[in-house]
């Protein structure tokens, strides 16, 4: 079994990110990263699939500047097997189709059995790319999954629906799928891991050339405002004004 598993470095949530000048992204220089939550998740779930199994590869592959290194060194540190990492500037958005071009090139000639993803990033959150890069490899693919069952050449997974619902589908090898938080326990790097992940083959790809589909803009902070309006009148006449000001200005009506 030879399980990709997609990992992203993301700012942590206490990390401070201030805004460049020309307000185009922001000032990543000053932010501190680590691993997506989700893809921890994942990264999880792939490696208790190859022991419950005794047998198979887990490849941890990220995409992203020179930086990322410290998250891939940290999926081997426990207990992947290789990386791949797809060397590029990322500063700004890169949509999910540009995304998931560059992962379809670099591993189009692996031949993974699955495909593991964070559900989404916790930066961005668009939640898109494993489903893209599924249909471009020509594999089944699942989201939202809170459980998975490996027999027969295929893959059982329970989806999160809504309103408390779950759904298992099943699914035939190879499959892209999607994995929500919360389904397992990931593990933490033991020293052994540290130490070993530096002996570990960590291979460095350049991407094809993809182009942009979507541009970003500008980059703010959004303002917030105060302001105490006194409603005078009877009773009748404040509460015709209340419903005026809900339809019409802040639009809850």
């Not at 030879?2 to 220089?29: H, R, Y």
Request: proline share 4%; glycine share 8%.
């Amino acid at each position: 079994m030879k399980i990709a598993v997609l990992v992203k470095q993301v700012p942590g949530p206490d990390s401070p990110l201030p805004i460049q000048s020309n307000q185009n992204w922001v000032d990543e220089g000053a932010a501190a990263f680590i691993m997506n939550e989700s893809d921890n998740y994942a990264l999880e779930e792939a490696l208790q699939i190859r022991e419950s199994m005794e047998e198979g590869e887990v490849v941890a592959v990220s995409l992203g500047p020179d930086r990322i290194q410290k998250v891939i060194r940290e999926a081997l540190a426990k207990g992947a097997d290789r990386a791949i990492h797809i060397q590029m500037d990322t500063e700004g958005v890169i949509d999910p189709l540009v995304t998931a071009s560059h992962f379809a090139h670099a591993l189009k000639e692996e031949n993974f059995d699955l495909i593991f993803t964070g559900l989404q990033s916790d930066d961005l959150g668009m939640g898109q790319t494993g489903i893209i890069l599924g249909e471009m490899l020509g594999m089944a693919t699942a989201s939202l999954a809170m459980a998975t069952e490996l027999s027969d050449g295929k893959i059982k997974v329970k989806r999160e629906l809504e309103a408390g619902w779950f759904q298992w589908v099943s699914l035939t090898l190879p499959a892209s799928v999607s994995i929500q938080s919360g389904l397992n326990t990931p593990r933490y790097p033991s020293l052994k891991g540290i130490m070993g992940a530096k002996r570990k083959e960590l291979k460095v790809v350049t991407p094809n050339v993809v182009d942009a589909t979507q541009s970003l803009e500008r980059v703010y902070l959004p303002k917030s405002e105060k302001q105490t309006v006194m409603i005078e009148g009877s009773a009748d006449q404040i509460v015709e004004k209340l419903v005026e000001t809900f339809r019409n200005e802040i639009k809850v009506l």
